[in-house]
């Protein structure tokens, strides 16, 4: 036992912080604990009307503070001198102004209750107008196209849009901020105590495939692009970064306030951040042309490819390619949709919305029985849903939906559009509305693969990870039968959190290769859904109805632009 060594996962979701201990040696999870952003879970700060999503750092702190000492909690006590390294991996593009020591402005007195000087969330939209001039200047400017190792295509959700949108919309912020920072790279410096917004070593995850950060550009995209975008820019970059850093690179040793905090040793190695979705292809063992699908709220379909193969290949439409952004040494491909489990979440609540409604407001029943009421209702409904969904018969409905409820991510980034449901009638009940929207999700899966293979990318297995993959048999032989390809689903149900703690193992010397610490600390798979024959027929012909349907809500969004 003296001669075990463990590391901590941390993995920040859109909802909450899981920090999960496990050994070096096999991957055994020895605890975890999970905290709800209690903020966020209120709705501060966030307006939905304007795809407005920010959130406060407190969450985060409060949330790194309960979890690591939570989980060290149920450990045996000589475990937490045994703890060799942490690593972070969180949402994102989410990044924040800070003032020139680090500190984020929202934890300033002067900024502490205003959105704009919170994280942007990833699913923050407010910068839809930012990024098409983004988009339109990079074509026309007259220099490089920053946005070609992007997929060619700039989104809201992404860094500079974000930066660009604070800045126009706030002068207080503006003024107040000296540099802004990515969500991953803030808690790495802040646990090492080097906060300093110029030393703080940034991820090549987020550069990259969010800041249009490359080596063929010497970085960031130029000044003079960046100020003819506008003046507001000006001198922004100088206060950012050149450096980037794969998430196998030690950051530094946790400090002694920290140290203290968590109850932890400072000989604790810091790793390098990177993004959720990244960590959840690491954590589930992805490898060459694998197409490694993160199911939650969203989806984030990661793929690597050697470089040596790859070559000088531009994927159009996708989220970036960046070398050694999830496997260092590897090529990383990222690409995803803007929902997925959030449209059963939206469907769920709009049908619970009446019921809720009506039990809060009874005076027949007490409130302890009103909360179990609601409680259960929720906890049932999508299940209950799944259960009737799959015994309607593919297309027997007449029902098709698309799945833009929160824009397009990929193929192609377009945040103005928007999802809708056709081919209701007064028969047209709940399980047959749930059961088309799933199988939009599904379609906009398919179209990913779809673009990946045109453009010369060959997808040879695929894995599923995240709380749908675990939790929705229904959903994954949706999925299985629309792609028409069999689908592992990993192990672990905290795949992030474990590609985190391999990316520990890794940064803190214990495997040289993050290659190495998968195939130590790898959990497997524990389900495998094979697509049925006579559903991929059938799902072939409501596919054409979707692309067609899609095409004519992208060419109205046009229209109306």
């Not at 003296?2 to 996962?9: A, E, H, P, S, T």
């Not at 400090?255 to 990244?278: C, E, N, Y």
Request: one cysteine or more; hydrophobic letters at 40%.
């Amino acid at each position: 036992m003296k001669d075990k060594k463990y590391v901590i996962g941390v993995d920040y979701g859109t909802d909450s912080v899981r920090s999960v201990i496990v050994d070096t040696e096999n991957g055994n999870e020895l605890a975890s604990a999970v905290y709800s952003y209690p903020r966020w879970k209120e709705g501060k700060y966030c307006n939905p009307s304007k795809n407005q999503f920010r959130q406060h750092p407190l969450d985060y702190l409060e949330g790194l503070e309960y979890t690591v000492t939570n989980a060290l909690a149920q450990c045996q006590s000589h475990v937490p001198q045994q703890v060799v390294g942490l690593s972070v991996d969180t949402t994102g593009s989410t990044p924040i102004a800070v003032n020139t020591a680090g500190t984020p402005l929202s934890l300033t007195p002067e900024f502490e209750e205003n959105p704009n000087a919170m994280f942007v969330l990833w699913k923050d939209h407010t910068a839809l107008g930012e990024a098409e001039e983004i988009n339109q200047l990079a074509r026309s400017w007259g220099g490089a196209d920053f946005t070609k190792y992007e997929g060619g295509i700039y989104s809201s959700e992404w860094f500079w849009a974000k930066v660009l949108h604070i800045v126009r919309e706030d002068e207080k912020v503006r003024n107040a901020a000296f540099s802004w920072v990515e969500h991953c790279d803030w808690l790495p410096g802040l646990l090492t105590g080097q906060t300093d917004p110029l030393l703080i070593k940034r991820s090549r995850c987020a550069a990259g495939h969010k800041a249009m950060w490359h080596e063929d550009f010497g970085g960031l995209p130029e000044e003079e692009f960046l100020t003819k975008l506008d003046p507001l820019l000006s001198g922004i970059k100088e206060r950012l970064f050149e450096e980037t850093y794969t998430a196998d690179s030690p950051v530094g040793n946790l400090s002694q306030t920290w140290a203290d905090k968590l109850g932890l040793p400072t000989s604790v190695v810091v790793g390098a951040g990177t993004f959720d979705a990244h960590a959840g292809a690491v954590g589930g063992a992805i490898e060459a042309y694998t197409l490694s699908k993160v199911m939650g709220t969203s989806t984030c379909d990661m793929l690597v490819a050697p470089m040596q193969e790859v070559k000088d290949k531009l994927v159009q439409g996708i989220c970036g390619q960046v070398d050694g952004s999830i496997v260092p040494g590897m090529l990383g491909l990222e690409a995803g949709q803007s929902a997925f489990g959030d449209i059963y979440a939206w469907f769920k609540n709009l049908l619970m919305w009446p019921s809720i409604e009506i039990i809060r407001n009874s005076t027949e029943i007490d409130n302890a029985t009103k909360a179990k009421l609601i409680e259960d209702i929720n906890d049932g409904i999508i299940a209950k849903l799944s259960e009737q969904a799959a015994k309607i018969p593919i297309g027997d409905s007449g029902i098709t939906a698309i799945d833009w409820m929160n824009g397009r991510r990929t193929p192609d980034a377009n945040q103005n559009l928007k999802g809708a449901i056709f081919g209701l009638n007064l028969g047209s009940d709940a399980p047959s509305i749930f059961k088309s929207l799933v199988e939009a999700t599904c379609f906009g899966s398919k179209k990913i693969v779809e673009r990946f293979i045109a453009e010369g990318i060959p997808i040879k297995q695929v894995v599923a990870l995240g709380g749908v993959a675990k939790k929705s048999p229904y959903v994954m032989q949706v999925m299985a039968d629309t792609l028409n390809m069999s689908i592992k689903v990993a192990t672990s149900e905290q795949t992030p959190a474990l590609g985190a703690a391999m990316l520990a193992a890794t940064a803190s010397g214990v495997y040289s290769r993050v290659e190495d610490a998968v195939k130590a600390m790898g959990s497997g798979f524990d389900a495998e859904y094979h697509p049925n024959l006579e559903n991929v027929k059938q799902y072939e012909s409501l596919y054409k109805e979707y692309c067609a349907y899609a095409e004519f809500i992208e060419s109205q969004s046009k229209v109306s632009e």
